[in-house]
């Protein structure tokens, strides 16, 4: 059985930074046979969507809506997966989860809360 814990949500004002992680842990030898790993968000109201995903050799896709201002990456041997997020704005507010890309069900977790307001 894999976990996915999320952390590094907060609160932050229009414009700041925050980076989220992912750790993975359970029954995996190490993420790069997780293949492809994304991270997902869920606004109020709205339907989850990825937010971006990344390779088990790094090569990386994104949203439109956060392609600049957003950057995922992992460490295999870590079992982390993370997102930078800079330049943030109000619409980012969001549940951040991460998961593979396409995502499992028994994979989702807790998430972690991003609200960016003033």
């Known amino acids: 059985q894999v976990q996915l814990v999320e952390s590094g949500g907060g609160l932050v004002q229009p414009g700041g930074s925050l980076r989220l992680s992912c750790e993975a842990s359970?029954?995996?030898?190490?993420?790069?046979?997780?293949?492809?790993l994304g991270w997902y968000r869920q606004a109020p109201g709205a339907q989850i969507g990825l937010v971006a995903a990344?390779?088990?050799?790094?090569?990386?896709n994104y949203a439109d809506s956060v392609k600049g201002r957003f950057t995922i990456s992992r460490d295999n041997a870590k079992n982390m997966v993370y997102l930078q997020m800079k330049s943030l704005k109000v619409e980012d507010t969001a549940v951040y989860y991460c998961?593979?890309?396409?995502?499992?069900?028994?994979?989702w977790g807790q998430g972690t809360q991003v609200t960016v307001s003033s």
């Open positions: 998961n593979t890309q396409p995502p499992r069900y028994e994979y």
């Open positions: 990344v390779a088990s050799g790094g090569r990386t």
């Open positions: 359970g029954s995996i030898l190490t993420m790069y046979g997780m293949g492809w």
